[in-house]
């Protein structure tokens, strides 16, 4: 192991309105706690327009921005915060490839979806960009770091 992916980290995991409309919220959640990461924050959020275009700030000079925000606000979306080691690199590797059709059976995007334009979540790309966006989501007070307890539940 390198010494950067021993480090805890955080990220900001989206699922997008399709995702959301297409009833995979259960599914996609349970890919990252399965994994083993541990969530610090989730809620179903109506993202105003202002929002998405400070999140996708870097593509505005971009063709298909403006597609982008309409899809990005055309229902809710769920926001989580996700920490855990190499939780950033691990998450997208989960997520797969942009366009769904070049992600690998097996990630969310290659099992889920088939378009660009509707690839059912968003991973950060960075953990600086993993603190700027869970600021950028969430508000103080509707994160929680918790540790797991280590006795059994059941006995
Ligand atoms: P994300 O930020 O959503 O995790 O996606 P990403 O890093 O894999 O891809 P990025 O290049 O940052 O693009 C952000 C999102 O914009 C939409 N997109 N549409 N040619 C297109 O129509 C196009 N290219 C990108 C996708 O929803 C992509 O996830």
Redesign the pocket.
Known sequence: LVASMEEVEETYI?I?PDGVQRGLVGEIISRFEKKGFKLTGLKLFQCPKELAEEH?K??KS???FP??ID??TSGPVVCMAWEGIGVVASA?KL?G???PLNAEPGTIRGDLAVQ????V?????SPENGKREIALWFKEGELSSWTPVQEPWLT
Do not use: E
């Not at 660009?116 to 690839?119: I, L």
């Not at 979540?121 to 790309?125: A, C, N, T």
């Open positions: 989206m997008k996708y870097d593509l971009k063709s298909f597609k982008l899809y990005i997208r997520i490839a942009t366009n660009t334009g509707r690839n979540v968003h991973g950060s790309d």
